[in-house]
């Protein structure tokens, strides 16, 4: 065989070799496109989340998925929607990073059981009456912080003696929890509105030892809501309690009087036959 027919033979091997790989090239980018295509995206967890957990901006993302592989109930991108803006709420399951979040998974704020999500571990939410004078004329709220006040009559049982006098009347009031946070407003777990609304019942955040306080309280007398200010977290060291005698100059100097003397002292009961007689016995300076 001369040299001409080799060199033929061997350009038409190497132009046949460039044809194959060609076409194999273009094969493969078709294929590739046609996968990419039949991708969606779909939200994924963008780290673990743990039950309860109030979803953030960064807790979630946009993960890509297979089209033929989609399930029931999975959030799809539309357009360029964010992931923060396709899911809101808290936690009721657990999930792990990249696991796909199912609506199942996420309790929002016009559920029932999202008050239960919103407790911290140990609390517990109790609702108590209220009226717009017992609730800062109405502009208490969900978020907000305030401190619990109950004012309730005093069953004095030794009227006469001089220390319960200069101490309380008839009346006391005391502030039994502190900066307690205000979960709900009647049914409503979220403030719709800045203008004030007036709430039958107002749910709180409390634990166990402040549940059994409210469930009293609200026996005994009349519970006042306090609000606090915005920042305002602090909390008094000693317990405050305000009586009658303490707050009126008049029923206070009623009790210095008796104390001091002023007044009747005591009873002396005189019996004259089958008579008794009592008359009130004043106290003379020595």
Known sequence: MNKNVLIVLG??????????????????????EGAEGSQIQILV????????????????KWQKWPEDAMFSGAIVREDDQKASDAASGRMLQAVSAGQPIH???????????????????????????????????????????????????????????PAVQAMVSKFATETILENVRVLAADQK????????????TV?????????EKLALAAEMGDLVLSLRGIGDNGSS?????????????????????????????????????????????RRTSP
């Open 11 to 32: 350009g038409g091997f190497l132009i046949a070799i460039l044809v194959a790989v060609l076409v194999q090239a273009s094969l493969g980018g078709k294929k590739t």
């Open 45 to 60: 967890a963008a780290r673990d989340l743990a039950v309860g957990k109030e979803i953030g901006a960064s807790d979630l």
């Open 103 to 161: 609506p199942a998974f996420i309790v929002s704020e016009d559920k029932g059981n999202f008050l239960a999500a919103t407790l911290k571990e140990g609390m517990r939410a109790v609702a108590v009456s209220v009226k717009a004078q017992t609730m800062a004329g109405g502009f208490v709220g969900p978020g907000d912080r305030v401190d619990v006040i109950v004012t309730y009559k005093v069953k004095v049982q030794d009227k006469d003696n």
């Open 237 to 281: 060291r000693n317990e405050q309690m305000t009586t009658d005698v303490s707050m009126s100059r008049v029923l206070k100097g009623l009790a210095e009087a008796q104390d001091s003397g002023g007044g009747a002292s005591g009873m002396v009961r005189i019996y004259n036959g089958g008579t008794a007689t009592n008359m009130a016995v």
């Open 203 to 211: 749910t709180l955040e409390v634990d166990g030892a402040g549940a």
């Open 189 to 200: 777990a979220k403030r719709e509105e800045d203008q004030a609304k007036v709430a039958r």
